[in-house]
């Protein structure tokens, strides 16, 4: 006897994304799966650019938030809309296969991540550069192998393995029982969620599942996205507690002391800049896995850097301010 299938509320939490919601929205048109399964809720975070005339073109549910106020509060407003308790979070930027709702009901396990393929190949500009981070950063786990096998993401290996919420699957009460009490712009509104969810089960990480993410590749997107991710990023670790607190404060205060040297003695400048020099062409000899990546880090880090830095500070501004 075949199992039943699940039904779906897959929600889409957009702000400002007419470039991708439309290939978004058709994919999920296209899904391989009963249409009386599933429904698609489209939340308009605000947007003032044609997200809404986009949508309306779809057989989607619209809800209209009158202001920006962050993908936390998007996601929430679609859950608790939705008429069915398994939800599907998938950003307008996440274009997933066919078989997507098929292969997840097929898994009949939730919390469930897909595996997410966002890099094309390229081996200039920031797509490049963003893949060489997460091959450091969360390596053995990526790039995924041609024979990776699927695993749980527990408190265990939380911090060691790639993982977020473009296409996430969870039920509605586990999803809103791991929702932070501030819900702002400011609040990690995928790192924190998702380790209050494994605290309570394991994520499913699956390569059998996959997902395309469109990464940005022009210079104006990623730094205006890099300064948003900067305050999220810091509201889960740098706060008090926070696996890098330590060592941000130990940046404060280097940069503090330096600073202070340079005003005093304005010759320091320039070993100060030299300093600079060296630690940004270790970096690139440490992220690159070809020549090539040596200038490109030198290239595109520094003004990736500074424009997260920036989102940090206004983050540390609105926490003194408190």
Not at 66 to 87: K, Y
Request: net charge neutral.
């Amino acid at each position: 006897m075949a199992e039943p299938l699940t039904p779906f509320s897959v929600i889409v939490p957009v702000h400002n994304g007419a470039e991708t919601l439309d290939a978004c929205l058709t994919a999920l048109a296209g899904q391989d799966y009963p249409r009386e399964h599933f429904e698609v809720i489209v939340v308009d975070d605000g947007s003032t650019d044609e997200t809404a005339q986009i949508a309306a073109k779809y057989a989607v549910r619209l809800i209209s938030l009158e202001s920006n106020q962050g993908r936390i509060v998007a996601r929430n407003t679609g859950a608790h809309a939705a008429r069915f308790e398994t939800l599907v979070f998938n950003d307008a930027g996440v274009t997933p296969g066919p078989q997507l709702l098929a292969r997840v009901s097929q898994k009949n396990y939730q919390p469930l991540m897909p595996e997410t393929d966002a890099y094309d190949g390229n081996l200039w500009g920031y797509v490049r550069l963003f893949f060489l981070l997460r091959s450091r950063l969360y390596a053995p786990y990526h790039p995924v192998p041609e024979d990776a096998e699927e695993y749980m993401i527990t408190p265990g290996n939380f911090d060691a393995v790639p993982k977020g919420t473009g296409c996430f699957v969870c039920d509605r009460a586990l999803w809103l029982q791991s929702q932070p009490a501030v819900q702002d712009r400011f609040t990690s509104d995928d790192t924190r969620i998702l380790r209050e969810i494994v605290e309570r089960r394991p994520v499913l990480r699956t390569p059998a599942i996959r997902v395309r993410y469109r990464q940005r590749a022009d210079i104006g997107s990623v730094l205006r996205h890099s300064i948003q991710r900067g305050p999220l990023f810091a509201d889960f670790y740098l706060r008090s507690g926070g696996r890098y607190r330590s060592l941000y404060l130990m940046i404060w205060a280097v940069l503090a002391f330096s600073l202070l040297g340079m005003l005093v003695q304005p010759g320091l400048c320039v070993p100060f800049a030299g300093v600079l020099c060296m630690v940004l062409l270790t970096a690139a000899v440490y992220l690159g896995k070809r020549w090539t990546d040596i200038p490109l880090v030198c290239l595109y880090m520094p003004p990736l850097a500074l424009s997260f830095g920036f989102g940090i500070l206004k983050w540390q501004v609105a926490s003194w301010r408190k």
